[in-house]
Nanobody, 119 residues
Framework: VQLQASGGGSVQAGGSLILSCAGS??????????MGWYRQAPGKQRELVAD???????YYADSVKGRFTISRDNAENTMWLQMNNLKPEDTAVYYC????????????WGQGTEVTVSS
């Protein structure tokens, strides 16, 4: 498994969670991929919610802007997603992978981590 997401759980609206994504040195330091967090809600397509370049430049979807913070540590081959002020519409399975915004191909999907936000 090249990418492993963890840290999901069940929280009430307004709560916070932090997700982690562990990968290989090749992914984070070697190829220096821009890495992203994705989510897939029941019955919906998987969507990119945030990404971070190897240099730390970030992108956020409008739906999470101001609430989520993405970060990475290339030396630790790890990426995080701090999620604050969670809303029921954030309920989804969250995955990490390369970001397609700069042309990188997706890696095989690892197991996601489930986030459930209750109202």
């Amino acid at each position: 498994v090249q990418l492993q997401a963890s840290g999901g759980g069940s929280v009430q609206a307004g709560g916070s969670l932090i997700l982690s994504c562990a990968g290989s040195r090749r992914i984070f330091s070697g190829y220096k991929y821009t890495m992203g967090w994705y989510r897939q809600a029941p019955g919906k397509q998987r969507e990119l919610v945030a990404d971070v370049s190897s240099g730390g430049a970030t992108y956020y979807a409008d739906s999470v802007k101001g609430r989520f913070t993405i970060s990475r540590d290339n030396a630790e081959n790890t990426m995080w997603l701090q999620m604050n002020n969670l809303k029921p519409e954030d309920t989804a399975v969250y995955y990490c992978n390369t970001s397609p915004r700069y042309g990188a191909s997706l890696l095989p999907w690892g197991q996601g981590t489930e986030v459930t936000v209750s109202s």
